[in-house]
């Protein structure tokens, strides 16, 4: 084995869902012969509409004279010229606002936007002082976990709980009366809507938690990944937010192209230079070919309408099955509660008082063939202990109907069981 650096020795570990991943994995190897439900997944399904977008962009690509340009050359780092006006056309039209190219970046995938940002913005000054990445309400995305070179920036704020307990329902709030963004704070970054939990914040809580860095110069990432235009995963009504020092970041990826990794931030254009310099060290920039198929689909608005005419039904429907069988099948005395589902691709189940931790839940569903994500991977930075980490469990909505149905009729039984038994 290499002698690692601190950094190297980090950067090495499997962080979050990705270390879980791998004894899912491990799991469906072993299953031979043995039917399983697996609910875990955060790789969007190829949707035959979507899929056909993307082959019709390509064959566009393909006859045309940008084709040489496009893939067999190197381009600027801040992404395809071409993408970035589309966008801001885009953006301009849709939303009213007044960006220019100069206010768009495109990054390889969201999820290294967040490095450069995570990095940039926060860590130690050169004058030894530290700034916080704050993650305004946890839980939320776990990939923002393994972000920064210093985790010790990294401080996340336990939400307050709105419950519903007739309904079995409850939905996330930042607590403002915790949540402490000042001069220590290198950024802000939150997702929506949100992964894991569907939460979408209200556009009141945005621009509270904006207001709150705007004294300070502090960039608010906005995680866009499940928003609108696209992908369009927000079953309830939401806007985007726009503001000074408001980064709006968003991902193809739930738009049928993880497989390109592209990432896009719009906002002030002194912190698009910054973050669009990181991304020339880190990997000069995104895929060319992936840039321009986007171009067209934006360009010619088919993207988002295929979001809100596909992509955004085809899930919200799952989410309905799965809504609608926990509530046949769940007793009606034990503490769950099914979180709001405002959005994205997974359902947030919060098993209260669960006499077992949620790692235990998750390998006793494994007996009975089901496969969910155990929650406490998704409060990345919420150092405190608390218990209600432990009784979560997130449920992906990339299963089939029958999947999602017979899973959650097991689930139901399991969770009867481990309730009866303590
Ligand atoms: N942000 C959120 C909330 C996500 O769920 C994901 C992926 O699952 C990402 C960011 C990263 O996506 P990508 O790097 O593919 O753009």
Same mark, same amino acid.
């Given at each position: 084995?290499?002698?690692?650096?601190?950094?190297?020795?980090? #950067?090495?570990?499997?962080?979050?869902?990705?270390?879980?991943?791998?004894?899912?994995?491990?799991?469906?190897? +072993?299953?031979?012969g043995q039917e399983l439900y697996n609910?875990?997944?955060?790789?969007?399904?190829?949707?035959?509409?979507?899929?056909?977008?993307?082959?019709?962009?390509?064959?566009?690509?393909l006859a045309s004279e940008e084709y040489?340009?496009?893939?067999?050359?190197?381009?600027?780092?801040? =992404?395809?010229?071409?993408?970035?006006?589309?966008?801001?056309?885009?953006?301009?039209?849709?939303?009213?606002?007044?960006?220019?190219?100069?206010?768009?970046?495109?990054?390889?995938?969201?999820?290294?936007? *967040?490095?450069?940002?995570?990095? &940039?913005?926060?860590?130690?000054?050169?004058?030894?002082?530290?700034?916080?990445?704050?993650?305004?309400?946890?839980?939320?995305?776990?990939?923002?976990?393994?972000?920064?070179?210093?985790?010790?920036?990294?401080?996340?704020?336990? %939400?307050?709980?709105?419950?519903?307990?007739?309904?079995?329902?409850?939905?996330?709030?930042?607590?403002?009366?915790?949540?402490?963004?000042? $001069?220590?704070?290198?950024?802000?970054?939150?997702?929506?809507?949100?992964?894991?939990?569907?939460?979408?914040?209200?556009?009141? /809580?945005?621009?509270?938690?904006?207001?709150? &860095?705007?004294?300070?110069?502090?960039?608010?990432?906005?995680?866009?990944?499940? @928003?609108? %235009?696209?992908?369009?995963?927000?079953?309830? /009504? #939401?806007?985007?937010?726009? =503001? /000074?020092?408001?980064?709006?970041?968003?991902?193809?990826? !739930?738009?049928?192209?993880?497989?390109?990794?592209?990432?896009?931030?719009?906002?002030?254009?002194?912190?698009?230079?910054?973050? /669009?310099?990181?991304?020339?060290?880190?990997?000069?920039?995104?895929?060319?070919?992936?840039?321009?198929?986007?171009?067209?689909?934006? $360009?010619?608005?088919?993207?988002?309408?295929?979001?809100?005419?596909?992509?955004?039904?085809?899930?919200? !429907?799952?989410?309905?099955?799965?809504?609608?069988?926990?509530?046949? @099948? #769940?007793? !009606?005395?034990?503490?769950?509660?099914?979180?709001?589902?405002?959005?994205?691709?997974?359902?947030?189940?919060?098993?209260?008082?669960?006499p077992m931790t949620d790692w235990e839940? *998750?390998? $006793?569903?494994?007996?009975?063939?089901?496969?969910?994500? %155990?929650?406490?991977?998704?409060? %990345?930075?919420?150092?405190?202990?608390?218990?209600? !980490?432990?009784?979560?469990?997130?449920?992906?909505?990339?299963?089939?109907?029958?999947?999602?149905?017979?899973?959650?009729?097991?689930? +139901?039984?399991?969770? $009867?069981?481990?309730?009866?038994? @303590?």
């Amino acid at each position: 084995k290499p002698a690692l650096t601190k950094i190297g020795a980090q #950067m090495s570990n499997l962080t979050g869902v990705r270390a879980i991943m791998k004894d899912i994995v491990e799991t469906l190897r +072993a299953s031979a012969g043995q039917e399983l439900y697996n609910l875990s997944a955060g790789n969007p399904l190829i949707l035959p509409e979507v899929e056909q977008l993307w082959r019709d962009c390509t064959a566009d690509l393909l006859a045309s004279e940008e084709y040489g340009e496009v893939v067999c050359r190197y381009g600027s780092s801040q =992404g395809y010229a071409p993408l970035i006006n589309a966008i801001a056309k885009d953006f301009n039209q849709r939303y009213g606002l007044n960006i220019t190219d100069r206010n768009v970046l495109i990054t390889a995938g969201s999820q290294s936007l *967040y490095f450069y940002a995570a990095n &940039a913005f926060g860590g130690y000054t050169v004058d030894g002082d530290l700034k916080q990445i704050v993650l305004p309400l946890s839980p939320d995305y776990t990939g923002y976990g393994g972000v920064c070179l210093f985790p010790e920036a990294l401080v996340a704020y336990k %939400p307050t709980l709105d419950i519903d307990a007739p309904a079995h329902r409850f939905k996330y709030r930042p607590d403002f009366t915790q949540l402490s963004i000042t $001069e220590q704070t290198g950024c802000v970054i939150f997702s929506r809507p949100c992964n894991p939990t569907g939460n979408v914040l209200t556009n009141d /809580e945005v621009h509270k938690i904006a207001a709150l &860095a705007a004294p300070y110069n502090v960039p608010v990432l906005i995680d866009s990944a499940y @928003a609108p %235009p696209f992908p369009a995963l927000n079953f309830t /009504e #939401m806007t985007p937010v726009f =503001g /000074e020092n408001i980064l709006h970041c968003m991902s193809l990826s !739930k738009a049928g192209l993880p497989g390109e990794r592209i990432g896009v931030v719009i906002g002030d254009e002194q912190q698009i230079q910054v973050l /669009e310099s990181f991304q020339t060290n880190v990997g000069i920039h995104s895929s060319r070919y992936g840039q321009a198929i986007a171009a067209r689909a934006i $360009e010619s608005g088919a993207l988002a309408n295929i979001a809100e005419a596909v992509i955004r039904p085809f899930y919200q !429907k799952k989410f309905d099955v799965l809504e609608s069988t926990l509530d046949a @099948a #769940m007793p !009606k005395d034990l503490p769950w509660f099914l979180h709001r589902g405002e959005g994205a691709i997974f359902a947030w189940l919060w098993l209260q008082d669960l006499p077992m931790t949620d790692w235990e839940f *998750y390998q $006793e569903l494994k007996k009975v063939g089901v496969i969910a994500v %155990p929650g406490s991977t998704f409060f %990345p930075g919420l150092q405190e202990e608390w218990e209600h !980490k432990h009784q979560c469990l997130r449920i992906s909505l990339t299963g089939s109907d029958q999947e999602i149905e017979t899973g959650m009729l097991r689930l +139901a039984k399991v969770a $009867e069981q481990v309730y009866q038994r @303590a």
